[in-house]
């Protein structure tokens, strides 16, 4: 809201990167409640009128999972959670890049304990890149994670699961 700050974006910035607004409990909570992207809608519209990329921040993090399309059957699971990315990508076709996963990747085992990588692992994790590449061919697609940089012991498991998981 302060002008000044907006001012200060648009100077240094070239990139726009929304927090919280498009994770599940503030996109669409429940399975039948309508998508409310308006407060994301807000942020991309400053983007485009500034001319500045818009990079969508996250499809899947493993803290807010979208409960509503887990189950024991993976093709009910690509059909609800496909149909969540396909929705998503589609409404901001020009995002220049997409955070398919955030934060999968642990440092004492290979992937987080989250209910539907622990159930379908690198087929989940597939799925849910290759959907995405299909919705933005032309967008660039990553895995966002933290302490892969880091020189410190404790930091190297978590450097070796990331270079398995890729």
């Known amino acids: 809201q302060d002008p000044a700050y907006r001012r200060l974006l648009v100077h240094h910035c070239g990139l726009i990167v929304p927090q919280w607004q498009l994770k599940p409990r ?14 994301c809608d807000a942020i991309h519209g400053f983007a485009v009128r500034n001319r500045m990329a818009f990079h969508g921040h996250t499809l899947f993090w493993h803290e807010e999972p979208i409960r509503w399309a887990e189950s024991g059957d993976f093709d009910a699971v690509k059909e609800s959670y496909g149909g969540f990315i396909r929705d998503v990508v589609k409404h901001y076709p020009d995002a220049e890049s997409w955070d398919v996963f955030n934060e999968i990747v642990e440092e004492q085992q290979r992937y987080r304990d989250e209910p539907l990588i622990r159930r379908y692992g690198l ?11 299909e919705m933005a061919p032309r967008a660039r697609l990553s895995i966002n994670e933290y302490n892969l940089g880091c020189d410190r012991d404790w930091c190297r498991s978590k450097q070796a699961n990331m270079a398995a998981l890729l």
């Open 123 to 133: 087929q989940f994790i597939d799925f849910c890149l290759r959907t995405t590449h």
């Open 26 to 39: 503030f996109l669409r909570p429940k399975r039948n409640s309508p998508y409310n992207f308006a407060p």
